[in-house]
């Protein structure tokens, strides 16, 4: 299905833009600058995710069990260039890391990987819902509803979900093990990541030659991340695309598309770079990683 929309997503751009402006714009735009730019912005923002999710995986397993911060960082990294192909591909080895590198179960992998997406999906809403809120860009009259009931659906799910009893399930026993304090704490840390990720590109589109306000770039960074975030793209291209189109009030379509596809481009190599030299250790890892204690046993959580 991915690969369906992302089809028909280039396929209409296609026919209703020029494809050789579209070349022409990638060709004139300052597109050099924009590597260093972007290695520095993915490297900040992996130290922000590693944070994150070891917030997340201090509320299940001791500290003497939980992998260190770069461990975190390292694992993630080196995932993350899966992410390039398919959004599922990052995450499936990520939890495949997670539970070989730990004592967590196949199942409770899976389910801490579930509260990660989702917690990634609800920050970038949260984050989205506070620039729109503040910031009040024309953006269509339905996003500000959608993004923000989705956050408070993700906040009201680490406030409340940690009172019921689906620590019974061993896949949903993650959010009651993370308990409303952490799971609050990650979600602020990610909307650091994505205040982060959301200013450099702006600054990328300013060097790449777009002329767009920051706050109006601020304003809608976040829809696009929203949908960025979605598994409907594949190697960072489908979907997102026709959400970058919404800048189009304060550039040319074509340039916008044109720094779209070079910024991607970029941001792939900088996830190269960033993760591939902890691929081998990784999949090492994984090879040997400890034994698990078995799919129906529980996590003891740690303070």
């Not at 680490?158 to 620590?167: D, G, I, K, S």
């Not at 590109?201 to 767009?212: E, K």
Request: hydrophobic share 55%; glycine share 8%.
């Amino acid at each position: 299905m991915p690969y369906v929309i992302a089809g028909l997503v280039i396929a209409f751009i296609s026919r209703q833009y020029s494809i050789s402006a579209i070349w022409a714009e990638m060709a004139k735009g300052r597109a050099w600058p924009l590597i260093p730019l972007a290695l520095a912005t993915y490297f900040a923002s992996l130290g922000w995710v590693a944070a994150a999710d070891r917030t997340v995986l201090r509320g299940l397993l001791p500290e003497a069990e939980t992998p260190s911060y770069l461990a975190i960082a390292r694992g993630k990294a080196a995932a993350v260039v899966l992410h390039i192909v398919h959004y599922a591909l990052g995450q499936g080895m990520y939890a495949t890391w997670v539970a070989r590198r730990t004592r967590l179960a196949a199942g409770q992998a899976g389910g801490l990987i579930f509260y990660i997406i989702l917690s990634e999906l609800g920050s970038v809403c949260l984050y989205a819902a506070l620039v729109i809120g503040i910031f009040r860009p024309a953006v269509p009259g339905a996003v500000l509803p959608v993004v923000l009931g989705v956050a408070l659906t993700v906040v009201a799910a680490v406030v409340l979900v940690p009172a019921t009893r689906v620590e019974r399930f061993g896949f949903l026993q993650i959010w009651t093990r993370v308990g409303r304090k952490r799971g609050l704490g990650q979600l602020a840390i990610r909307i650091c990541q994505h205040a982060t990720t959301t200013s450099a590109t702006w600054l990328a589109a300013r060097w790449f030659g777009l002329d767009i306000p920051l706050t109006v770039m601020l304003s809608y960074m976040p829809v696009i991340l929203v949908v960025a975030s979605l598994p409907i793209n594949v190697a960072g291209f489908g979907a997102v695309q026709g959400a970058w189109l919404l800048l189009t009030p304060w550039a040319p379509a074509e340039r916008i598309l044109g720094f779209s596809l070079v910024w991607q481009a970029v941001s792939a190599l900088a996830l190269i770079v960033r993760g591939a030299p902890f691929l081998r250790g990784v999949l090492a890892d994984i090879r040997e990683g400890k034994p698990q204690t078995g799919s129906t046993d529980t996590v003891t959580s740690s303070p």
